[in-house]
């Protein structure tokens, strides 16, 4: 059900290592998402609170320090929140921009 909400798509950059510079390396993939422009207070994963300027649904396992590429701009991840169901079945997760 929730599938048919998911439709937009953004480029998930995936962090997986750190090179000889210190700089992020990536493996990108193209996901189905639901992005929406809201601001809101999270915290990050030390517990610090930032201001996310929006939120992108997707069945996708985003973690936080990935990247979200949406209407050409990248989003750092801040925080994921997982949705489930009454069964406790993740519906989807909630990523913070």
Excluded: H
Aim: overall charge negative; hydrophobic content about 40%; glycine content about 2%.
């Amino acid at each position: 059900m929730l599938s048919v909400y998911l439709n937009q798509t953004v480029i998930w950059k995936s962090k997986q290592s750190v090179n000889e510079y210190n700089e992020a390396t990536y493996t990108s993939a193209s996901i189905p998402a639901r992005f929406e422009y809201k601001r809101k207070l999270v915290m990050d994963k030390q517990g610090v609170q930032i201001v996310s300027e929006a939120v992108c649904y997707t069945k996708s396992l985003v973690k936080p320090e990935d990247v979200i590429t949406y209407d050409a701009k990248d989003w750092v991840v801040i925080s994921v929140k997982d949705s489930v169901d009454l069964e406790g079945n993740v519906l989807c997760y909630e990523v913070s921009l």
